[in-house]
Antibody, heavy 119, light 106 residues
């Protein structure tokens, strides 16, 4: 049974760097058929795609966030990661990690982690 | 950027009703469209991919159609578990989601 679990701080200060982890169980992230992605959701912006990463390390980022986003993975721990720099209140959201079938369809999601950016 | 606009933003319906949700893309996305269902406090769930293909385990009352810039999600006979918010998502250029359509009990 595939399970994804986000972890990280629930609170970040403006201008800081936010780092989130996604732990995957029940399947290997080293899979040719799947990418792994991050999506966030806020009342203001709704669902917003952040980016995808392939097991080879190839990444694809949202143009609006590209300058602040880095995604990486650790196959030995079956985890992937999100780093978002220079956060502001506008980055307050629930952050979901997800498996991405053929890089296009988010077919399994974590439960989400709520992140608040506030001083 | 490709903008996705859903309508209506909300609707009220009864069990057994047939409902249709529309998703319009700002540019031609061919058939590169998915649909998701989200219930309060939960992550979205993939319902339909490639415009009209039901994901595994999704009931056949969910019907997706469309091409180009206009797409629809129809629920042929609404069931109690279908009251939720529905989102479209394009993958023609990067990825983006519609604003959602909340289906509430009349």
């Amino acid at each position: 049974q595939l399970h994804l679990q986000e972890s990280g701080p629930g609170l970040a200060k403006p201008s800081e760097t936010l780092s989130l982890n996604c732990s995957v169980s029940g399947a290997s992230i080293v899979s040719p058929s799947y990418y792994w992605g991050w999506v966030r959701q806020s009342p203001e912006k709704g669902l917003e795609w952040i980016g995808n990463i392939y097991f080879s390390g190839v990444t694809d980022y949202s143009p609006s966030l590209k300058s602040r986003v880095t995604m990486s993975l650790d196959a030995s721990r079956n985890m992937f990661f999100l780093t978002l720099t220079s956060v502001t209140a506008a980055d307050t959201a629930v952050y979901f990690c997800a498996r991405v079938r053929h890089a296009v369809a988010f077919d399994f999601w974590g439960q989400g982690i709520h992140v608040t950016v506030s001083s | 950027d490709i903008q996705m606009t859903q309508s209506p933003s909300s609707l009220s319906a009864s069990v057994g009703d047939r409902i249709t949700i529309t998703c319009q893309a700002s540019h031609d996305i061919i058939n590169y469209l998915n649909w998701y269902q989200q219930k309060p406090g939960r992550a979205p769930k993939l319902l339909i991919y490639d415009t009209s293909i039901l994901d595994a385990g999704v009931p056949s009352r969910f019907i997706g159609s469309g091409s180009g810039t206009l797409f629809t999600l129809t629920i042929s006979s609404l069931q109690p578990e279908d009251f939720a918010t529905y989102y479209c998502q394009q993958y023609r250029s990067f990825r983006s989601f519609g604003g959602g359509t909340r289906v509430a009990v009349k």
